[in-house]
Nanobody
Framework: EVQLVESGGGSVQAGESLRLACTAS??????MGWYRQTSGNECELISV?????????PNSAMRGRVTVSQDTNARNTVYLQISDLKPEDTGVYYC????????????????????WGRGTQVTVSS
């Protein structure tokens, strides 16, 4: 059974950083996406990691503040480093994996793709 598990969320002050992790069991994470849901909206794409290629950061609100990377010792773990956190970054952060390489900028959370984690909460206070 394939599972994705996010970790690393928490409550921080504005300006601080967090490193989120997505750990998979049952598959390697050579391609995956990070999404977030804020204020009950649809999930919005933050980054796409693809091993051997440059990552993509399509979210203009977060570009320049996020970095995605794969664990050098464990191909089943991908990190999302978020710096200079802002109150509007508050939400649930999800990782997803899919065989189609078709990452939607906005999509209903927990739908569309082959696999989703259950999310990790990030709360940023001013």
């Amino acid at each position: 059974e394939v599972q994705l598990v996010e970790s690393g969320g928490g409550s921080v002050q504005a300006g601080e950083s967090l490193r989120l992790a997505c750990t998979a069991s049952g598959l390697t994470l050579d391609e995956m996406g990070w999404y977030r849901q804020t204020s009950g909206n649809e999930c919005e794409l933050i980054s796409v990691f693809h091993a051997g290629k440059m990552p993509a950061y399509p979210n203009s609100a977060m570009r320049g503040r996020v970095t995605v990377s794969q664990d050098t010792n464990a191909r089943n773990t991908v990190y999302l480093q978020i710096s200079d956190l802002k109150p509007e970054d508050t939400g649930v952060y999800y990782c997803a994996a899919d065989h189609r390489s078709r990452w939607l900028v906005r999509t209903p959370c927990l739908g569309e793709f082959d696999y989703w984690g259950r999310g990790t909460q990030v709360t940023v206070s001013s």
